[in-house]
């Protein structure tokens, strides 16, 4: 049990909450340990580009049959993780066995109203609920492009969306979607 310990603190780095509570779920364990095993096992160029790179949270979901896990990874290291991604996701689907989608903390910020008076400043478009889910749907979708989206508007008020993704880039996502 010593050496399951340490192994712990050591992966403790790959995982920094940007949270007010802090606490670190047994899954973002799981997958800071995987990271950890991952970046100290593998070849020179994943070894160099995982050395600095950190989670700030997990979460799985199941959809019917398959199961899946989002790892929330900064804004600001994104486009280094974009850099590894086909082959990260692919060695932590097959330790994990499950599908892995790499998504980005991203914040959203309330509209200027009624409610909140707090805001001084114009609030950036980057920023508005809009574009947040449309960069997360971006993410979960990466190698492949979103060449065009329809959005369904049902009799009882729910939405159905439609997202139409580049032919070629397509064939990476396999059955994950």
Known sequence: TRQKTTMSFAAAGKIKKTTKS???SELETTV???LFDLSNNADKSMKEGL???FITGAQQFEDGTTKGLVIFVPYK???QY???HVRLTR???KKLGQFVFIVAQRRIIKDFGRKNKRSQQMRPKSRTLTAVRDSI???VVFPANIVGKRIRFKADGSRLYKVHLDRKNAAHMGERL
């Open 22 to 24: 802090g606490k670190i």
């Open 32 to 34: 800071a340990q995987t």
């Open 51 to 53: 050395a600095s790179l």
């Open 77 to 79: 290291q994104l486009s």
């Open 82 to 84: 974009r850099r590894l």
């Open 91 to 93: 060695e932590l689907e």
């Open 137 to 139: 749907l971006d993410d």
